[in-house]
Nanobody
Framework: QVQLVESGGGLVQPGGSLRLSCAHSGNIASIYAMGWYRQAPGKQREMVARITSNRNTYYDGSVKGRFTISRDNTKNTVYLQMNSLNTEDTGVYYC??????????WGQGTQVTVSS
């Protein structure tokens, strides 16, 4: 059974940094992309960043230049380094793996709160 487990969320002041990690257990054949999504209170879930199997990266405009996504294939882990956080970054962050058959796998989410 595939499981994605996020860690690294928490409470941080505006301007601060956090690093999220997502590790998966179980077998996911032909991972095409790994990504991070977030859902703010009262809003729909939106993609924050994505990294493909050939390491192309994509970012939402609101985080470009502040967030960096990376992956370690040896550890089956994807990371999201978040710098210069602001209150609009608050939300539940979900890890997502997409395989070449179009199957999505989701983590349970980790809360990020940016507040003074």
């Amino acid at each position: 059974q595939v499981q994605l487990v996020e860690s690294g969320g928490g409470l941080v002041q505006p301007g601060g940094s956090l690093r999220l990690s997502c590790a998966h257990s179980g077998n996911i054949a032909s991972i095409y992309a790994m990504g991070w999504y977030r859902q703010a209170p009262g809003k729909q879930r939106e993609m924050v960043a994505r990294i493909t199997s050939n390491r192309n990266t994509y970012y939402d405009g609101s985080v470009k230049g502040r967030f960096t996504i990376s992956r370690d294939n040896t550890k089956n882990t994807v990371y999201l380094q978040m710098n210069s956080l602001n209150t609009e970054d608050t939300g539940v962050y979900y890890c997502n793996f997409l395989n070449s058959a179009g199957i999505n796998y989701w983590g349970q989410g980790t809360q990020v709160t940016v507040s003074s």
